[in-house]
């Protein structure tokens, strides 16, 4: 393993460093030792965020690293964990590193040293010497390493170097204004005494709902890059916007800055007969007085300032609602079958198809309400005796402002969002906290950042990612699908494994669709506008979508499940895509990206599960996950040893649970083994097998082998032997199909009867057929391994008929057991060899010699077959002299 990394406390520099680094070393992976300064953290969460892969040293094993490069230092007290590697005579050291010597330094087998103003700098000269091509965004990462280093090129170490390197990022599309937003500038005593004075001035105005700051400052003096001041306080001060009115020699300016849409800085500059972008823009004010302006600015910033209508993005739906009439108890049951814990409560039926009208809704009963009134024996009245009815709606176009009013300042539990008098959905406090925790902007300052987290990238779009991951074809593809959705009224998203192997830059072609709307209907006009065949199941909901070019598609109608008792297979109804994410096995598999034209490559994440993914870390849901479903224990297994990722703590304490709950003797069975066959069907399930055992899982898979089966030597033993012979298999490259699953079921069953294969088949409804042929493979295989064991026949014909009733299951289980190496090789030519040996002559020659067809054909071409495996003949001359001696006409 190669391993690319820098110094604690990491700067942009280091950043860029290791990116550039990894042009020349494409097959090493970056890790920071430490800590980042905080603007390379906001550069990484903000820009960088799907582009690079950054692997913790907690992840890393040090003992495989071969070879450590080093960027932007070469101190081993300054590379944190990785200073081991560099005390080992194992690993190769490559330095990239400007700074002058210490006594601390590294040697390294490749050094490459040299005195410019940034290690980026050395490093951009070797990708321009050896002509390696790079993209504007690198040129702009790379830009910024330099600028930062060099104090934009002009502090003393700055070299004609760094100028042409610069320069020639320039040319590959390197963005200053990008840089420039990222660079943090040594302020002198004057500017910090500016920024000192602009805060007394500053006051703030909530215009629209949004917090609008305005700074006002009279200088006598012309001040040069007063904008770099302006923006350094915006960015202490962490605001969203800012207006700063500034007179200086007796001229009044205005510099405008945003980073948010609902300000358009631009928009507001443009009033004063200014002009710039909706993000940054300025004025020369002409005739009027730094009150008049102020105002002015003021009656600007009400007339531009316009909140976004965000309550139909936060809501919830479908309602999941009740009649009046409904008890006390039975609310309780749909307040925990749907995990919520608010209902509204709407007059007539609520599950009709008719509209809900804004006066059918009557009022709301929360699940606090409804436990006290069962505490006091009140279960089997209505819940129109204690619901609330004081309540107040709100349109789509409510703004955050509104939604927090009710929520926040008039403690109202549940908004219902009303369009056209039909309720259209409900915003709950769970949808506003999770609405501020996705917007910085109303948290307290840099609190998502310590962790190297932001909120930011909850909804991040990763269009750029799907380029340089996905096959052009596929990316078209994707789009289709959301515009065949948007046409409909539907919206269209790409879920589960698809969109956490794109953010891991894996491919996956199994691609799942999960419509807002019908999945049938959206599958047929899919089909109708790419061609190819539909396979519907109405009572899911969904649909099997094969393309003309043999792709297949797998639509689902966004749902919901629930469960009527532990371990119950699930009940399915209509849902939303956040409740259809909520129902998934884990959190790395509750992402969606949606597919529709106006919002296309954007990654919905409602639970946080970037994280999960970043940390490897398998974490179910809900604490009843298991309980409702334990097949998803073998599923969490399973994706553990696949990924390499670890079973969270609490997750593994809810396995433990479930286990000593004995819920597996409740599930239905045929999803057990459905799991069980995805695992026996992974490359090394070896891994897998081991972590049942810790679990104490086969009591429940394999009840009627204990105490016998146990992770012994001998166990062990067969099960690496099977995976060799599967593995050799593989490098055959024949055309035949083989299931892995069956040959592992064999070999971990090795030491049963049949009897007890019957009764695993019948526990978890295994065709019969299928037991059938294990148990037959089982016995011969075990028969054959026996008898090799003794003697080896020395005919080739021999061993071609002792072996040949055996499938090729069979035969890796039989090298799986075999306790010799020549029974092996007796197998392996077998396969290769002897399995493909056929006679040249043929029927139609036995015909032209004059022999009758029959059962005669059969013996004298197996004859033909062994004498040729003997080495007794070799032509078809040899044949047929070997015909005429051996059957006369």
Not at 306 to 317: F, H, N, T
Request: proline share 4%; glycine share 4%; hydrophobic share 40%.
């Amino acid at each position: 393993m190669k391993v690319i990394t820098s110094h604690l406390n990491a700067d942009l520099d280091s950043l860029a460093s290791m990116i550039a680094v990894q042009k020349l070393y494409p097959d090493a992976v970056m890790a920071f030792p430490g800590s980042q300064e905080k603007n390379v953290r906001r550069f990484i969460n903000e820009t960088l965020q799907y582009r690079y892969d950054f692997v913790k040293p907690k992840h890393l094993d040090l003992t495989q690293i071969t070879m450590l490069i080093m960027v932007d230092t070469r101190q081993k007290s300054r590379i944190g964990e990785f200073e081991r590697c560099c005390n080992s005579p194992e690993t190769e050291i490559h330095i990239y590193d400007h700074h002058p010597d210490n006594k601390d330094s590294i040697k390294g087998d490749l050094e490459s040293i040299v005195q410019v103003g940034s290690t980026t700098t050395i490093i951009c000269r070797e990708l321009k010497d050896k002509n390696i091509p790079i993209t504007p965004d690198e040129a702009t990462i790379f830009g910024l390493g330099i600028y930062e280093d060099t104090g934009s090129l002009t502090h003393l170490t700055t070299t004609p170097d760094d100028l042409f390197i610069a320069a020639w990022l320039l040319e590959k599309g390197a963005q200053l204004d990008i840089i420039s937003q990222f660079l943090s500038y040594d302020l002198s005593s004057r500017q910090v005494s500016l920024i000192h004075e602009l805060g007394k001035t500053a006051r703030s105005y909530m215009i629209s709902g949004v917090n609008t700051v305005l700074v006002n400052l009279t200088l006598q003096k012309y001040e040069d890059d007063f904008s770099l001041i302006v923006r350094r306080f915006m960015m202490m001060e962490n605001l969203d916007c800012l207006f700063a009115l500034v007179c200086m020699e007796g001229r009044i300016y205005l510099i405008a800055r945003s980073r948010i849409p609902e300000v358009n800085a631009g928009a507001i500059a443009r009033d004063f007969n200014g002009g710039g972008h909706a993000s940054a823009a300025s004025a020369t004010i002409r005739n009027m007085t730094m009150i008049e302006a102020q105002e002015q600015l003021i009656r600007s910033c009400h007339r531009h300032i316009k909140p976004q209508a965000i309550a139909g993005e936060m809501l919830s739906r479908p309602v999941i609602s009740i009649p009046p009439e409904t008890s006390i108890l039975a609310a309780n049951k749909l307040l925990t079958r749907y995990n919520i814990t608010v209902l509204p409560v709407i007059t007539g039926n609520a599950t009709d198809d008719s509209p809900i009208l804004h006066k059918q809704l009557c009022g709301t009963i929360s699940r606090r309400i409804v436990e006290k009134a069962i505490h006091h024996n009140l279960g089997s009245f209505p819940v129109s005796d204690y619901m609330t009815t004081d309540f107040e709606v709100l349109p789509l176009s409510a703004t955050l402002a509104e939604i927090e009013e009710l929520i926040i300042e008039k403690r109202q539990r549940l908004i219902p969002i009303i369009h056209e008098q039909k309720l259209e959905g409900v915003i709950t406090r769970t949808d506003l906290l999770n609405m501020l925790i996705n917007d910085p902007g109303h948290l307290p300052r840099d609190l998502g950042r310590e962790d190297g987290h932001t909120a930011r990238e909850k909804n991040k779009n990763v269009l750029q990612l799907m380029s340089e991951t996905l096959h052009r074809d596929l990316i078209i593809l994707l789009r289709t699908i959301g515009e065949v959705a948007d046409s409909s009224g539907f919206k269209a998203y790409a879920v589960g494994g698809f969109v956490r192997d794109l953010l891991m830059k894996q491919k996956n072609l199994d691609l799942d669709i999960v419509v807002e709307g019908d999945g049938i209907v959206f599958a047929k006009q899919l089909v109708a506008k790419l061609g190819g065949r539909l396979k519907s199941h109405d009572r899911f909901i969904t649909a099997n979508v094969t393309l003309a070019n043999g792709f297949k598609i797998d639509v689902a109608t966004a749902r919901l499940e629930y469960y009527e008792y532990p371990a119950a297979l699930p009940t399915v109804e209509l849902s939303s895509i956040k409740l259809d994410l909520f129902r998934r096995d884990f959190t790395i598999n509750a992402m969606a990206l949606q597919l529709n034209p106006d919002k296309f490559g954007t990654i919905i994440d409602f639970f946080s599960c970037q994280n999960y993914l970043k940390d490897k870390l398998i974490k179910v849901l809900h604490n009843l996950s298991f309980v409702e479903d334990p097949s998803r224990i073998l599923r969490a297994i399973r994706f553990e040893k696949r990924m390499d990722f670890k079973i969270a703590r609490h997750t593994e304490k809810l396995i433990q649970g479930a286990v000593k709950m004995d819920l597996f003797g409740q599930a239905t069975n045929p999803r057990l083994f459905a799991e069980l066959k995805q695992i026996f069907s992974e490359e090394n399930p070896i891994l897998a097998i081991r972590r049942l055992a810790d679990y104490n899982l086969f009591q429940f898979l394999w009840p009627d082998l204990l105490p016998n089966l146990k992770l012994d030597r001998r166990f062990l033993h067969i099960l690496r032997q099977t995976q060799r012979a599967l593995s050799w298999f593989s490098l055959l490259y024949l055309d035949e199909e083989i299931e892995a699953w069956k040959v592992y079921l064999l070999a971990v069953m090795a030491r049963s009867r049949p009897q007890q294969i019957e009764s695993f088949c019948k526990r978890f409804q295994v065709h019969n057929q299928v037991c059938r042929e294990l148990i037959i493979q089982k016995l011969k295989a075990e028969e054959l391994a026996n008898k090799l064991y003794i003697k080896i026949p020395a005919k080739n014909s021999l061993i071609r008929n002792m072996l040949s009733p055996l499938s090729n299951e069979g035969l890796l289980y039989l090298m799986g057991i075999a306790r010799k190496l020549e029974i092996k090789k007796t197998v392996s030519h077998y396969v290769t060899t002897l399995h493909n040996v056929q006679p040249l002559l043929n029927g139609e020659d036995l015909k032209k010699a004059g022999y009758i067809p029959g059962k005669i054909f059969k013996e004298i071409l197996t004859a033909l077959r062994d004498a040729r495996l003997d080495g007794i003949v070799a032509s078809r001359e040899d044949e047929q002299d070997y015909l005429r001696k051996h059957f006369p006409r």
